[in-house]
């Protein structure tokens, strides 16, 4: 980089740290969860005989068990026991949690002396987890992984000998050190306890005027202006939510610290990918999002994402939440934000991809669509808050989700509406 370019980046920093007005609004208040020890997260499943138990370190907790900084060199040590009350050897599978883990050796090498490497070596082989376990044993010892802060999602995928038998136990994890958005909200008071509305089986048509009456689109904090087009609704409880989107691959948004604020700026110098950037926030019934994912690409300016709103309604008992995706290609300058990500315009396209994306990763128990967002046709687009254009056939993408995997074979369809009858 020449001395002119180098004074430009330097001038330009200020204004790059308001980039996040495009991408974020004031830091909120946030409950993180607490550091504590490791062992004091630890989950526990258990079926056919099986008991696995699950806990995955902080990047402080790490660097104090193994003397090493290994978040920082992009792995994650993940604890399990094993526990095998079966009368037949199983085996555990390391590939389910992680098909690109490390070794012990590996992890042991790494930034190591030479004169200490056979001490530090055998000192990480002993943390190692044994693979089979015989009948009345049990095994506990770590596995390192690559990197996933927030919350940290893997398969513990057990073999038996005997019959063949296959389990799997499925593990969302939430590890301290990012300030996640969600984990501050409180869903079970978000409206008083009057103001609920639960639909039983009977109010199917009620059900799809109710959502098809949402506001057709965000608005700013003041609610005096229309945005992106709220184009989705998503049905499950906050827990279906959660792991429907990380098994999917998504990752969860910080809120806005001066650490996340900093993260942002460097990924937009360099580039780089920042899996878990703030996004800005938009209003839908007075407050700006409950929860928001991303899936990030190559780098910062190109991801799709998506944020979502808990409604007063729900359906035999289960939250309906109202949402908007949309996908970034690229990033702009603008008079009110500096910079500000540019989405593409065709927000069905986005629309659709979550779809396929759901349904590839067996989150979804039905789908549907409905009206409410109205057409907009590509040759008379409207603007989003920051002036980007998007149309759209007017149709919301209504989606069942569900917390445990459902084959594509069990996914059914709601005939409620049917965009495809537009473009015949």
Same mark, same amino acid.
């Given at each position: 980089?020449?001395?002119?370019? /180098?004074?430009?980046?330097?001038?330009?920093?200020?204004?790059?740290?308001?980039?996040?007005?495009?991408?974020?609004?004031?830091?909120?208040?946030?409950?993180?969860?607490?550091?504590?020890?490791?062992?004091?997260?630890?989950?526990?499943?258990?079926?056919?005989?099986?008991?696995?138990?699950?806990?995955?370190?902080?990047?402080?907790?790490?660097?104090?068990?193994?003397? @090493?900084? /290994?978040?920082?060199?992009?792995?994650?040590?993940?604890?399990?026991?094993?526990?095998?009350?079966?009368?037949?050897?199983?085996?555990?599978?390391?590939?389910?949690?992680?098909?690109?883990?490390?070794?012990?050796?590996?992890? +042991?090498?790494?930034?190591?002396?030479?004169?200490?490497?056979?001490?530090?070596?055998?000192?990480?082989?002993?943390?190692?987890?044994?693979?089979?376990?015989?009948?009345?044993?049990?095994?506990?010892?770590?596995?390192?992984?690559?990197?996933?802060?927030?919350?940290?999602?893997?398969?513990?995928?057990?073999?038996?000998?005997?019959?063949?038998?296959?389990?799997?136990?499925?593990?969302?994890?939430?590890?301290?050190?990012?300030?996640?958005?969600?984990?501050?909200?409180?869903?079970?008071?978000?409206?008083?306890?009057?103001?609920?509305?639960?639909?039983?089986?009977?109010?199917?048509?009620? /059900?799809?005027?109710?959502?098809?009456?949402f506001e057709c689109c965000v608005t700013d904090k003041g609610g005096n202006n229309y945005g992106?087009?709220?184009?989705?609704?998503?049905?499950?409880?906050?827990?279906?939510?959660?792991?429907?989107?990380?098994?999917?691959?998504?990752?969860?948004?910080?809120?806005?610290?001066? +650490?996340?604020?900093?993260?942002?700026?460097?990924?937009?110098?360099?580039?780089?990918?920042?899996?878990?950037?703030?996004?800005?926030s938009l209003y839908v019934f007075g407050r700006p999002q409950d929860v928001a994912f991303q899936?990030?690409?190559?780098?910062?300016?190109?991801?799709?994402?998506?944020?979502?709103?808990?409604?007063?309604?729900? %359906?035999?008992?289960?939250?309906?939440?109202?949402?908007?995706?949309?996908?970034?290609?690229?990033?702009?300058?603008?008079? @009110?934000?500096?910079?500000?990500?540019?989405?593409?315009?065709?927000?069905?396209?986005?629309?659709?991809?979550?779809?396929?994306?759901?349904? %590839?990763?067996?989150?979804?128990? @039905?789908?549907?669509?409905?009206?409410?967002?109205?057409?907009?046709?590509?040759?008379?687009?409207?603007?989003?808050?920051?002036?980007?254009?998007?149309?759209?056939?007017?149709?919301?993408? #209504?989606?069942? #989700?569900?917390?445990?995997?459902?084959?594509?074979? +069990?996914?059914?369809?709601?005939?409620?509406?049917?965009?495809?009858?537009?473009?015949?």
């Open positions: 980089m020449n001395i002119q370019a /180098l004074r430009i980046h330097i001038a330009c920093l200020p204004a790059l740290v308001l980039l996040l007005g495009a991408c974020a609004s004031t830091p909120a208040p946030v409950s993180p969860i607490p550091e504590g020890d490791f062992r004091q997260r630890v989950q526990t499943q258990e079926k056919n005989g099986i008991r696995v138990s699950a806990g995955v370190p902080s990047a402080s907790e790490s660097e104090e068990l193994f003397g @090493k900084p /290994l978040y920082k060199q992009g792995i994650q040590p993940v604890w399990l026991k094993i526990e095998n009350d079966r009368d037949q050897p199983i085996t555990f599978l390391p590939v389910g949690v992680d098909p690109a883990y490390f070794t012990p050796h590996e992890v +042991a090498s790494l930034q190591q002396a030479e004169s200490t490497s056979n001490l530090v070596r055998d000192f990480f082989v002993e943390q190692r987890l044994i693979l089979n376990i015989d009948p009345g044993e049990e095994h506990s010892g770590f596995l390192f992984t690559k990197l996933d802060e927030g919350t940290k999602a893997f398969n513990v995928d057990i073999a038996g000998a005997a019959n063949q038998q296959f389990d799997t136990f499925t593990f969302f994890i939430q590890v301290p050190g990012l300030n996640i958005d969600h984990y501050s909200i409180d869903f079970k008071n978000l409206y008083p306890a009057d103001q609920w509305v639960d639909l039983d089986d009977t109010a199917k048509d009620d /059900l799809m005027a109710l959502i098809e009456g992106d087009p709220l184009n989705l609704v998503l049905i499950g409880h906050p827990l279906d939510i959660y792991t429907t989107f990380i098994r999917a691959g998504w990752d969860e948004t910080e809120t806005i610290t001066r +650490a996340s604020t900093w993260k942002t700026v460097r990924s937009f110098l360099s580039g780089g990918e920042y899996r878990y950037s703030p996004i800005s899936k990030a690409r190559d780098n910062i300016h190109e991801r799709n994402h998506l944020r979502l709103w808990m409604s007063r309604l729900s %359906y035999q008992g289960i939250p309906i939440w109202i949402g908007q995706i949309s996908r970034d290609i690229g990033v702009r300058f603008t008079k @009110k934000t500096i910079t500000t990500h540019k989405i593409d315009p065709n927000v069905d396209e986005t629309r659709e991809y979550l779809l396929e994306d759901l349904v %590839y990763a067996q989150t979804l128990k @039905k789908m549907g669509y409905v009206g409410g967002v109205g057409f907009v046709p590509m040759d008379q687009p409207k603007g989003n808050l920051t002036g980007d254009p998007w149309f759209s056939d007017g149709y919301r993408l #209504v989606l069942w #989700v569900s917390s445990r995997p459902t084959p594509f074979s +069990a996914l059914s369809p709601i005939g409620w509406r049917n965009p495809h009858e537009a473009e015949d």
